[in-house]
């Protein structure tokens, strides 16, 4: 139980362009979602705090404008990279929270590799 | 507030000696505290969590972790270390109220046969 998928796994994009990443919570709902993004042989750093049916909460320094968020329902999170450019590039990992077992434990997703050319 | 400190960037061991991983917090609440593992180009998988009671954690593929208090420390052990080992481990901390998790830098396993 609690599997978080992201699709999709790795993109390649051009300098310019919009990049969707999808985040679902497979067997159980989440009303809070976490986007985080990893440089190489770094640590995570977490972008925003996504919620249902409500705005996202962006970390400090993190452009709104640029990186997209939207929990459309309780299984679904999306982060949009729009006009990406090269130093988007990076390591997006989200992670959910299955509130119904009252646990403080965060489950991830694979991770979703983005290359822009 | 809080933070983790994650003694060691890189640490090197040999099949079969024991992984020790360290892991200092602060916080400002009664702390829950997480180790994950992550394998190249992959999320983070669970391997303990303490959140209340038994101070003494084990977790999977034989990892456990002790929540010291009066040290602010929940180090990371394994009595002996296998291959399937090396990966980058991190800890990472959150308090009540589901507060956002705090991750550390994270200490690369290294394991040699």
């Known amino acids: 139980g609690a599997v978080v998928s992201q699709h999709p796994s790795w993109v390649i994009c051009k300098s310019g362009t919009s990049v969707k990443i999808e985040c679902r919570s497979l067997?159980?709902?989440?009303?809070?979602m976490f986007w985080y993004r990893q440089f190489p042989k770094q640590s995570l750093m977490l972008m925003a705090t996504?919620?249902?049916?409500?705005?996202?909460?962006?970390e400090q320094g993190v452009e709104k404008d640029k990186f997209l968020i939207n929990h459309a329902s309780l299984t679904l999170s999306t982060l949009t990279v729009t006009s990406a450019h090269p130093e988007d590039s990076s390591f997006y990992i989200c992670?959910?929270?299955?509130?119904?077992?009252?646990?403080?434990?965060?489950?991830f997703g694979p991770g979703t590799r983005l290359t822009v050319t | 507030a809080q933070s983790v400190t994650q003694l060691g960037s890189h640490v090197s061991v040999s099949e079969g000696a024991l992984v020790l991983l360290r892991c200092n917090y602060s916080?400002?609440?009664?702390?829950?505290l997480f180790w994950y593992v992550q394998y190249p180009n992959q999320g983070l998988q669970l391997l303990l969590k303490?959140?209340?009671?038994?101070?003494l954690v084990k977790g999977i593929n034989g990892f456990e972790a002790e929540f010291k208090k009066s040290e602010t420390s929940f180090h990371l052990t394994k009595p002996s270390a296998h291959m399937s080992d090396a990966a980058e481990y991190f800890c990472?901390?959150?308090?009540?109220?589901?507060?956002?998790?705090?991750f550390g830098t994270g200490t690369r396993l290294l394991v040699s046969p």
């Open positions: 992670s959910a929270r299955d509130e119904s077992r009252y646990s403080y434990e965060q489950y």
């Open positions: 067997d159980f709902q989440a009303t809070t």
């Open positions: 996504s919620n249902e049916g409500s705005k996202a909460t962006y």
């Open positions: 916080s400002s609440v009664p702390p829950y």
């Open positions: 303490y959140t209340t009671g038994a101070t």
């Open positions: 990472a901390v959150t308090g009540t109220g589901f507060q956002k998790l705090v």
